[in-house]
């Protein structure tokens, strides 16, 4: 069995969910100054308007997604720069930098993993008319939290 | 120590804002702010531009951090210019390569405006 294998199948039985929720809620509360709940997924429909992504590599293989609609994209943007956001591609910049900060401390907070595990820089998608397949199926993570009243979906999904 | 001429190196512009804003916060006056969106770019904007504190990420593309923190050591101009790592990158390793190859200080993202005055501010002669 390889590393990465490992670590994705030990995934849910470690219960990951609340590193990952706490690896989110930091990141909104530092970078934002928003304290943000998670919520069950099954409450809100999935908006994936921009999508943007961060692979992991090493012991740790697969990609960790952030979607939300436009107008909360802008709302980010807002909270992370003040009165210069405004244009789409500063929202979609600033979802990117979030996903790539959310993907980094959870990686940094599983013991083991941080040293042998890196990270691709992060790309988003506009619009959502898109699917998305995994070539290497594994198992998932996911979660929604409410940033000021608007879900936002993060997704780990891993690679056996 | 007068305004401060700082080069921040990061592929997002919205980070690069919010490092210069956090710069501001932690009280350094800023005469001017040299931006790069990678190492490459980075190397280039020093040829022209003298700075007194370097704050560069790791994971960008065409040149990473880690890679232009060593070129930086080959640049006559940025010889002693103080070296502030920003990253993701949390792992031991990454601390040890940066500040191997020459980086003064490093600090993972994400970071308060108080951090950023920790780790700069004693690079600059003042104190925190």
Not at chain 1, 59 to 66: H, K, S, W
Not at chain 2, 95 to 123: N, W
Request: with cysteine; net charge negative.
């Amino acid at each position: 069995m390889s590393a990465a294998g490992g670590l994705a199948e030990r995934s849910h039985e470690e219960n990951w969910l609340p590193i990952l929720e706490l690896a989110i809620q930091e990141v909104f509360e530092i970078m934002l100054g928003s304290k943000v709940k998670t919520v069950a997924p099954s409450e809100h429909a999935a908006n994936t308007e921009f999508t943007a992504m961060v692979g992991l590599a090493g012991a740790l293989c697969g990609i960790l997604t952030v979607c939300c609609d436009g107008k909360t994209a802008c709302q980010i943007a807002t909270r992370m720069l003040g009165d210069a956001a405004g244009s789409e591609e500063q929202a979609a910049d600033a979802l990117g930098e979030i996903c790539n900060m959310i993907t980094g401390n959870f990686k940094n907070k599983l013991a083991g993993t941080d040293e042998q595990c890196m990270l691709s820089v992060p790309s988003v998608i506009s619009g959502g008319k898109y699917s998305f397949r995994s070539l290497a199926e594994g198992g998932s993570i996911e979660t929604v939290l409410l940033f000021e009243g608007a879900p936002v979906f993060v997704r780990l999904k891993l690679h056996r | 120590m007068d305004k401060v001429r700082a080069l921040i190196v990061d592929d997002s512009s919205v980070m690069r804002k919010i490092v210069e804003r956090s710069l501001r916060q932690a009280g350094i006056e800023l005469e001017k702010v040299v931006e790069a969106a990678n190492g490459a770019e980075a190397l280039i904007a020093l040829q022209s531009n003298g700075v007194d504190v370097i704050l560069c990420d790791i994971n960008m593309p065409v040149m990473d951090g880690l890679e232009f923190v060593r070129q930086v050591a080959t640049v006559e101009s940025a010889k002693g210019v103080p070296i502030v790592m920003i990253t993701t990158e949390g792992s031991e390793s990454h601390v040890v390569q940066a500040l191997s190859a020459g980086a003064r200080g490093y600090i993972r993202k994400p970071f308060t405006p108080d951090q950023v005055k920790e780790h700069v501010l004693p690079l600059l002669g003042k104190k925190p």
